[in-house]
């Protein structure tokens, strides 16, 4: 990098890292009175909360940010720039605008490569204390309430339950089929099934077991009996942001599970891959959204310039957030939700580009 890529780079990373320090530690001061009163009632410590909590709750935000932290470092940088008549230097040394603008390519792509890497990788271990430590001392107790469960547990095997509780593993009025085709070949009921921690399987007590073979049926019974399943009772436990527990790998293995079972709520987890893939798009497109709508001087300052900067940011998470809603209710298909903030807004710059004065 030549020096002037030096110097902007510099400002830009400097003055994205004072924005993450700030708006994160901000975020954590109001989640912190939001949930006093579960620490004191829990009789936790300083460290059990800090070290617990906040150390991983304070990376998770500023991941989630980084698009919109990136943008504000953008607009804060270069309107200042513009007001100290630094960027009218660049261009009147013979710089173009589009030349100016690899720079801060470069520093975003930089923090958009790191936030991949992290979201994919490293914040979701960090996401599994710090959910973990919501349910434990902040969330009510979860009891799984549902009724009339199925489940694809094999590729011709369907598991029925009319209810089950988690407090003792238990699943009632339990059926079982195989079916092939559109023939069902076998057929087990029971009043109860039960995990059993210690053999890692499934007790089913007083069964019923009918086996069909062409037009003739058998019919045996039986007092008890051990099964593995592809089903566990965590499969019954609370998903509360379960999504953002799992590193990508991670992801992609559970959703397969989710498909080869014919489950609900897939989409969700979807989105939750798309969206790790999109962040590091937002966080460059935004980026030299920034750039293009602060580069002008302005008589007034730099207040409009950041205000106005604000008003994209804000423009842009209502966006998103609705297309991803219509996404998870089923009215878009997930990558194509995910991606049209990206696309409408990649598309905004390039106008910006062709019409904003500099």
């Given at each position: 990098m030549k020096l002037l890529d030096q110097y902007i780079v510099g400002k830009f990373l400097k003055t994205y890292l004072f924005v993450v320090l700030i708006l994160v530690s901000v975020i954590c001061v109001i989640d912190f009175t939001e949930k006093n009163e579960d620490f004191i009632q829990h009789n936790l410590g300083a460290s059990d909360i800090v070290m617990g909590y906040y150390r991983h709750l304070f990376p998770y935000w500023a991941s989630l940010l980084s698009p919109i932290t990136v943008f504000i470092a953008t607009v804060f940088v270069t309107a200042q720039m513009a007001s100290h008549t630094e960027v009218i230097a660049i261009l009147s040394s013979g710089v173009s605008f589009r030349r100016m603008m690899v720079p801060y390519l470069i520093g975003s792509a930089l923090i958009?490569?790191?936030?991949?890497?992290?979201?994919?990788?490293?914040?979701?271990?960090?996401?599994?204390?710090?959910?973990?430590f919501e349910r434990k001392y902040v969330k009510s107790p979860f009891y799984f309430e549902e009724r009339n469960i199925h489940l694809k547990v094999a590729p011709n095997t369907y598991v029925y339950m009319d209810s089950y509780t988690n407090v003792t593993n238990s699943g009632?009025?339990?059926?079982?089929?195989?079916?092939?085709?559109t023939t069902l070949k076998r057929k087990l009921e029971s009043e109860r099934i039960t995990w059993d921690s210690t053999k890692r399987k499934w007790q089913i007590a007083n069964y019923k077991l009918r086996t069909f073979e062409g037009d003739r049926e058998t019919l045996s019974y039986g007092t008890g009996m051990d099964t593995v399943l592809n089903l566990k009772p965590k499969d019954f436990?609370?998903?509360?942001?379960l999504y953002e527990t799992f590193t990508l790998p991670e992801l992609d293995d559970f959703i397969r599970e989710l498909q080869s079972r014919g489950s609900d709520g897939v989409v969700t987890y979807q989105i939750e891959k798309y969206v790790r893939f999109t962040s590091p798009f937002a966080i460059i497109i935004l980026c030299m959204i920034g750039v293009i709508v602060s580069a002008r001087k302005s008589r007034g300052g730099v207040g409009f310039q950041i205000a106005f900067g604000f008003v994209l940011a804000f423009v842009y998470i209502i966006f998103f957030i609705m297309t991803k809603t219509i996404a998870e209710v089923g009215g878009l298909n997930p990558i194509v939700g995910v991606w049209i903030p990206n696309v409408v807004f990649a598309l905004v710059g390039v106008l910006l580009y062709k019409t904003v004065p500099r």
């Amino acid at each position: 990098m030549k020096l002037l890529d030096q110097y902007i780079v510099g400002k830009f990373l400097k003055t994205y890292l004072f924005v993450v320090l700030i708006l994160v530690s901000v975020i954590c001061v109001i989640d912190f009175t939001e949930k006093n009163e579960d620490f004191i009632q829990h009789n936790l410590g300083a460290s059990d909360i800090v070290m617990g909590y906040y150390r991983h709750l304070f990376p998770y935000w500023a991941s989630l940010l980084s698009p919109i932290t990136v943008f504000i470092a953008t607009v804060f940088v270069t309107a200042q720039m513009a007001s100290h008549t630094e960027v009218i230097a660049i261009l009147s040394s013979g710089v173009s605008f589009r030349r100016m603008m690899v720079p801060y390519l470069i520093g975003s792509a930089l923090i958009g490569m790191l936030n991949f890497a992290l979201v994919s990788y490293v914040i979701p271990n960090s996401n599994k204390v710090r959910i973990a430590f919501e349910r434990k001392y902040v969330k009510s107790p979860f009891y799984f309430e549902e009724r009339n469960i199925h489940l694809k547990v094999a590729p011709n095997t369907y598991v029925y339950m009319d209810s089950y509780t988690n407090v003792t593993n238990s699943g009632y009025r339990f059926t079982m089929e195989d079916i092939e085709g559109t023939t069902l070949k076998r057929k087990l009921e029971s009043e109860r099934i039960t995990w059993d921690s210690t053999k890692r399987k499934w007790q089913i007590a007083n069964y019923k077991l009918r086996t069909f073979e062409g037009d003739r049926e058998t019919l045996s019974y039986g007092t008890g009996m051990d099964t593995v399943l592809n089903l566990k009772p965590k499969d019954f436990d609370s998903n509360y942001m379960l999504y953002e527990t799992f590193t990508l790998p991670e992801l992609d293995d559970f959703i397969r599970e989710l498909q080869s079972r014919g489950s609900d709520g897939v989409v969700t987890y979807q989105i939750e891959k798309y969206v790790r893939f999109t962040s590091p798009f937002a966080i460059i497109i935004l980026c030299m959204i920034g750039v293009i709508v602060s580069a002008r001087k302005s008589r007034g300052g730099v207040g409009f310039q950041i205000a106005f900067g604000f008003v994209l940011a804000f423009v842009y998470i209502i966006f998103f957030i609705m297309t991803k809603t219509i996404a998870e209710v089923g009215g878009l298909n997930p990558i194509v939700g995910v991606w049209i903030p990206n696309v409408v807004f990649a598309l905004v710059g390039v106008l910006l580009y062709k019409t904003v004065p500099r």
